[in-house]
């Protein structure tokens, strides 16, 4: 069969940084921070319908390193989230985890980046005022009670952070069960954001002018309302990528079935060519 790519789509990188802030000091090669949260939105621009595929932090791809110099030191394997570590915490490792995420999607063009800091969270929560949501699973009950497997809670800038941020260390794996969680959090914000935004017309906006110290983007505010009024075709807001956790000897991967990741990126971003 032959395939042809969609060009109707506009595709973006969302990317969930860990650290403070947004910094104009120059970062050394390796210590700019690290993605630990990556999803790609998927715009159609014919149909209005978003799609979003969910991208583990500890996936093995090939990555671009550089020396403490900042020599360029080729591509090599890698946890995909630490290609944003080296550049320079701002547009250069963006543009570095847009050309990781590309080469992993078989060459899908990504258009745009926007990476948020982790004070953005509660700065994004405040301002929608707050998020409910139901817990997803226990991996938060030691630390709080309250996020109790089946609790309806509600998130505000207080203990946002802590429902999307935290995991232990010391348990294998806990990045995975984390990143179900930010999930569940996006997908709640996204809904409640949507809901308010039919009366506050300007809501966007507002999130978009509260986010701007703490996040990097080539992404107009413009972009961000289309994303937000677009609808979700499956009715599913995240496609995970293919593939196994592996507890490697010193972190844990994510261990991407290439063949079926392969025909995921075939179904999403290209249509089949009819031939006569």
């Given amino acids: 069969k032959k395939y042809q790519y969609n060009e109707h789509l506009s595709n973006y990188l969302f990317l969930g940084v860990d650290k403070r802030e947004v910094s104009d000091e120059e970062k050394n090669p390796g210590t700019a921070g690290q993605a630990d949260s990556i999803l790609l939105v ?4 014919v149909k209005n319908t978003v799609q979003c595929i969910s991208i583990p932090r500890d996936t093995m791809t090939f990555i671009r390193t550089f020396s403490q ?4 030191l080729g591509k090599s394997k890698d946890h995909l989230n630490i290609q944003y570590a080296f550049g320079d915490g701002k547009d250069k490792s963006c543009n570095l985890m847009k050309e990781a995420v590309e080469g992993l999607l078989y060459g899908v063009p990504v258009r745009g980046y926007c990476a948020l800091s982790m004070d953005g969270i509660p700065a994004a929560v405040e301002a929608v ?8 699973d ?3 009950v030691d630390v709080n009670p309250e996020f109790k497997k089946g609790n309806t809670v509600l998130l505000t800038k207080e203990n946002t952070e802590q429902f999307v941020r935290y995991r232990d260390i010391e348990i294998r ?10 999930k569940v959090f996006v997908k709640a914000f996204v809904e409640t954001a949507r809901e308010k935004a ?3 017309e ?3 906006t507002t999130i978009y002018e509260k986010l701007r110290p703490y996040m990097v983007t080539n992404i107009g505010n413009d972009i961000f309302v289309k994303l937000l009024q677009a609808k979700n075709e499956s009715g599913e807001m995240f496609v995970d990528i293919p593939g196994e956790t592996v507890n490697g000897t010193d972190f844990d991967e994510y261990h991407v079935n290439s063949d079926e990741l392969y025909e ?7 249509k089949e060519v009819q031939e006569d």
């Fill in 129 to 136: 005022g707050q998020v409910e949501l139901v817990v997803p």
């Fill in 202 to 204: 300007g809501l966007v």
């Fill in 42 to 45: 998927s715009y159609d621009r």
């Fill in 138 to 140: 226990d991996t938060l």
């Fill in 264 to 270: 995921l990126v075939l179904r999403m971003f290209y």
């Fill in 69 to 72: 110099e900042g020599v360029d």
């Fill in 198 to 200: 039919t009366q506050d």
């Fill in 173 to 182: 794996q806990s990045a995975m069960d984390r990143g179900n969680r930010q």
